[in-house]
């Protein structure tokens, strides 16, 4: 099973990196599209992937009224049975016009779960830099 959508996207986001770094709210809106795909195995557990991206995503700050652009990736995977494993990956860029004001953030989470049902490996590493 796949399935595509589409969602509308009309958010406020602090990039702390613009206006010279006083910062600034840009209100991003656009599109993001959203696929995600599930299959079923044989031993009656299930596994399933999605992966999300911007589409035409941008906004102004409302402070200088300076351009900004989304871009990038989120995606996952995860299985529904005892003894599975979970990753999800996360780059969202913020991108302005001019320099020092993008904001880049990232985030890797991988959660490991043993046949006993015992989380055997969580590891999640978040950063947010601007450029």
Known sequence: L???????????????????GAGEI????????????LTFDAAGGFHSKFHDNPQGLSGRGTTTGTRYHGTGVT???????VGSESTFVNNFRIIGSGPGNNLLVHELMH???AATGAVTVVH??????CK
């Open 2 to 20: 796949t399935e595509t959508t589409k969602i509308p996207v009309d958010v406020p986001v602090f990039v702390p990196c613009a206006a010279g």
């Open 26 to 37: 840009v209100q991003l809106t656009g599109t993001l599209e959203d696929v995600f795909h």
């Open 75 to 81: 995606q996952s995977e995860f299985g529904g049975a």
């Open 111 to 113: 959660v490991t779960v």
């Open 124 to 129: 999640d590493h978040f950063t947010s830099d």
